[in-house]
């Protein structure tokens, strides 16, 4: 499961919003060795993304342009230095590093994730936060009626199994 938020704020209410969009659209390879994350690679459909509105949703699918750009997808490099090596039968801290791309711009990222390795199942949660500018992307606007802040949080809670 992929999960996105990011701020909105209704003029007329003057309070802040935070809508969560989803999808389990996520599909990739992560590749560890000797307790570290290898070259890997984690793929995102973002026409699956769903919040609680249609019409939200339409706005953010034209906003990063998924006719076009139809993926998010996180290259990991590997790990900063002071991650915890993943042990089996323990939960590690680790700090992945690598390149996301979205809306056909690619931009360094680290993501904070906590791991579990369990027989031959990795469960990863994580998130990073950034800012849709950095990637081409304008947060949308509808006619000054509802805006949405540049940064955004992304989270990931996903299921690997040994191949």
């Known amino acids: ?3 996105y938020t990011a701020h909105e704020t209704f003029l007329q209410q003057n309070s802040p919003f935070t809508p969560v ?6 599909t990739g390879t992560l590749v560890l060795a000797a307790g570290r994350f290898q070259p ?3 793929t995102v459909d973002l026409r699956a993304l769903k919040t609680d ?6 706005r953010v699918q034209a906003a990063l342009a998924t006719a076009r750009y139809p993926d998010a997808v996180f290259a990991i490099s590997g790990e900063q230095t002071g991650s915890a090596a993943v042990a089996p ?3 590690a801290t680790v ?7 979205i809306h056909g711009t690619k931009q360094p990222m680290v993501w904070d994730a906590q791991v579990d390795l369990t027989g031959g ?3 990863l949660t994580g998130g990073t936060s950034f800012k849709m500018s950095a990637f081409g992307v304008t947060p949308p606007s509808i006619g000054g009626f509802v805006s949405v802040e540049d ?13």
Do not use: Q, Y
């Open 21 to 26: 969009g989803k999808t389990a659209a996520v």
């Open 89 to 91: 039968g323990s939960t």
């Open 95 to 101: 700090k992945l590093t690598g390149t996301m791309t």
């Open 1 to 3: 499961m992929a999960l």
């Open 40 to 42: 890997s690679t984690v």
């Open 121 to 123: 199942t990795l469960h």
């Open 151 to 163: 940064g955004a949080e992304l989270n990931v809670d996903f299921t690997a199994k040994k191949a």
């Open 53 to 58: 509105s249609t019409k939200r949703d339409r």
